[in-house]
């Protein structure tokens, strides 16, 4: 093992675990070739790695691994961010519901082409709206990283959201859109949710 110094800033782009890169997570829940928005990296496939004085990044020069040296013992390894991965399995795209849906069963029941996007077009900045009869909206909240949404939400849930009295319920859409009426002002509202990952 030969490794050598990476010269890195304190921030480093590093790929997702979770979505391998693609910014698109296919778990069990999405059937056929539906993926969500991955949650952990909000369909960036990265994530920010601050690099601390006690740290440093190093390369295997044998193999390329790139490892996190915390006080001079391997941390773990990481992958260095370099651009989205394409994935060939998915053709639709949707934020997750954490239920079990293929992208026939979401037409089928009444799903918009805004809802459930081609992937083709995720690929080029547009994000789907979420499904609002699928989804609460501090549930989407929550997940893509901005917890500030509150409607008052735990005197109705006691704590879940499938025992919520006003899940997926018009007013908890438009206060978490705040005057939004347009699909791109609607869409405008979820890129603010994903910059604060």
Known sequence: MILEELKTGKKVRCVCES????????????????????????????????????????????????????????????????????????????????????????????????NVIRYEEFLNGVLPLPIKEYVCPRQLSQDYGDCSFDNDCFSHCSGSFAKCDKYGKLECWNKFYDGAQTIDEKQAVMRMINKKY
């Open 19 to 114: 979505c391998e890169g693609t910014g698109i997570y296919k778990g069990v829940a999405e059937h056929d070739d539906l993926g969500v928005i991955c949650h952990y990296c909000n369909g960036t496939g990265n994530y920010v790695l601050n690099v601390e004085d006690n740290m440093q990044l190093v390369r295997d020069n044998n193999n390329g691994v790139v490892y996190v040296v915390i006080d001079g013992i391997i941390s773990h390894q990481v992958e260095l961010f370099k651009e989205l991965n394409r994935r060939t399995d998915v053709n639709y795209v949707m934020y997750g519901t954490g239920r079990f849906f293929s992208p026939t069963y979401l037409f089928e029941h009444g799903a918009s082409e805004i």
